[in-house]
């Protein structure tokens, strides 16, 4: 399989190594390429080990700060399309995203450009989640899909694959956006293209381990890009 997974990751030393396991288990022959923004808890180093002890299956790009959730993942696709992967996936590094869903994806990237990890398409599948998170979480979702029409239930999901010549063709080089509604940007520019968008079931665990990058920043640059979004495109 010519696949690799492209993984962010700040601070997330506790959470690295079991996520790297559970992959190769999971499926073997897929390439994991971690993008660390020199965490200062040693992500970056711990990385650096798991690639001496899986050569030519873990790499690692390293960067010189924090520079956000979308700079990171241009730094990554950028990066393996250089290789010539055939699908590039993306995961969150806190354990939130478990790879025994990695077959689902593959099976339907098969026919599909972008395949969408969605924990709504089959009711809510959150668990460890309070009540005002949920609602939150769904608000958006409605909002998202209310501005920009796209037929996905769950368009800031972070758990994705894009076939190569999907994820070329939407032009990652003129994004404008760089924390979560980066997400929801690729997103809508494949809708936006005419690609061949399908969503598979996941269940979504709150991270265990270390803390989550979301705050009110994050929050209202989600709000007023999606706005943007419609305007750009």
Excluded at 7 to 15: D, G, K, S
Excluded at 17 to 42: F, M, Q, T, W, Y
Excluded at 68 to 88: M, N, R
Excluded at 201 to 216: H, N, Q, T
């Amino acid at each position: 399989m010519n696949a690799v997974v492209v993984i962010p990751t700040l601070n997330e030393r506790a959470n690295l190594a079991p996520l790297v396991e559970k992959i190769r288990l999971r499926v073997a022959g897929l390439h994991i390429l971690v993008v660390d923004d020199n965490s200062p808890d040693g992500t970056g180093e711990l990385a650096d080990e798991l690639a001496r002890k899986y050569p030519g299956e873990v790499s690692v790009l390293h960067r010189a700060g924090k520079k956000g959730l979308g700079k990171a993942y241009l730094a990554g696709f950028e990066h393996v399309l250089l290789q010539g992967y055939d699908y590039i996936l993306q995961m969150d590094a806190d354990l939130s995203h478990d790879p025994v869903h990695l077959p689902d994806f593959f099976a339907q990237a098969k026919a599909n450009d972008l395949v969408v990890g969605s924990r709504y398409v089959n009711g809510i599948s959150v668990i460890n989640w309070d009540l005002k998170r949920l609602i939150l979480s769904k608000l958006a979702t409605r909002y998202v899909q209310f501005v920009t029409r796209l037929p996905l239930s769950d368009a800031t999901s972070g758990f994705n694959c894009w076939r190569r010549e999907a994820l070329e063709a939407i032009g990652l080089e003129t994004m404008f956006s760089n924390g979560y509604l980066f997400l929801v940007e690729m997103k809508y520019r494949a809708y936006r293209r005419g690609q061949r968008l399908a969503e598979v079931p996941i269940i979504f665990v709150e991270r265990r381990s270390g803390a989550s990058k979301l705050d009110r920043r994050v929050f209202w640059e989600a709000v007023w890009g999606v706005l943007r979004l419609r305007v750009r495109h």
